[in-house]
């Protein structure tokens, strides 16, 4: 696409009449020789005259000075429309893989399956809706591992998700250590919102930070963090005398969550079953919107050397064809 970033200067091509209009006029002289009847002069004569006739001597200048103006005016060739990256928030999601995440307490397509799976799978879908956000990835069992640092490639931290196994980083469940590395993280990398989604089934049985402190620092630093207490409140498991029903939620400390995320104005969600999951990855979507606006640039080459060569050249041929005829 073609345009003129100044167009106004287009004004400028009626200031050569306005100056013939308002200075005075000039006189031509009497010559101080006068020839007459010289047949070689008559002849030089009227080849000046039949080429002048051929070439206004108005023409080239007039084009070098549309040319100067077409310069002035700053022609440019605008590229097609480049997307740059959409500005949203720095999102950490904390998860869980600890050997209670084994759980067989939910479904999937109507089949039981441990909670680890459901995460992955609710995950997936949340992890495509977050364009335009940085998103990490901190795995935590009896310690904190960091997957995927702040990205803005979604697939990876995708595929980091999907490639978690249970017990990979213990047993036991550090969630302070969890808290505490995902806000390390972050404030290496500043930004205007900064938001850990923190998901678990147990309660802090490792690590050396408390949950409390490490969601104080967080606070203190301008964190949200949004905690997910995920498992059933009840479950049929076999045993000598048939099933019975257990809670396998028993060790999950909700209070302790509640508390993590009041401290920094956030949110504790409880999730019993796969549906309540998605609806609570779905809410916070809506709590923390991305920045939805598209930025984009066209790329622009400027044209204005051409005219302004092209008005030198105008302008060179006006002075060898003036030189010539005084010759």
Known sequence: MFEFQLPWAFVLIILPLLTRALLPGYKKQEAALRVTNLPSWNSQNTRSAESAKRLSPWLLPTLAWLALVVALARPVWLGEPVRLPAEGRDLMLAVD????????????????????????????????????????????????????????????????MNEAQLGL??????????IALAAKRMRENPSDSQVIVLLTDGENTAGSVEPVRAAQLAAELGMKIYTIGLGAESMQVPSFFGSRTINPSRDLNESELQSIADLTSARFFRARNTEELSQIYQLIDDLEPTEREKKTYRPETGLFQWALLAALLLTWLQLMITRRQMA
């Open 97 to 160: 893989i600890s050997g209670s995440m084994d759980t067989a307490d939910m479904e999937l397509d109507n089949r039981p399956v441990n909670r680890l799976a459901v995460v992955k799978q609710v995950l997936n879908d949340f992890i495509t809706q977050r364009d335009g956000d940085r998103l990490g990835l901190i795995l935590f069992g009896s310690n904190a591992y960091l997957q995927a640092p702040l990205t803005f490639d979604r697939e990876t931290v995708r595929t980091f």
């Open 169 to 178: 980083a213990g047993k036991q469940t550090a969630i302070g250590d969890a």
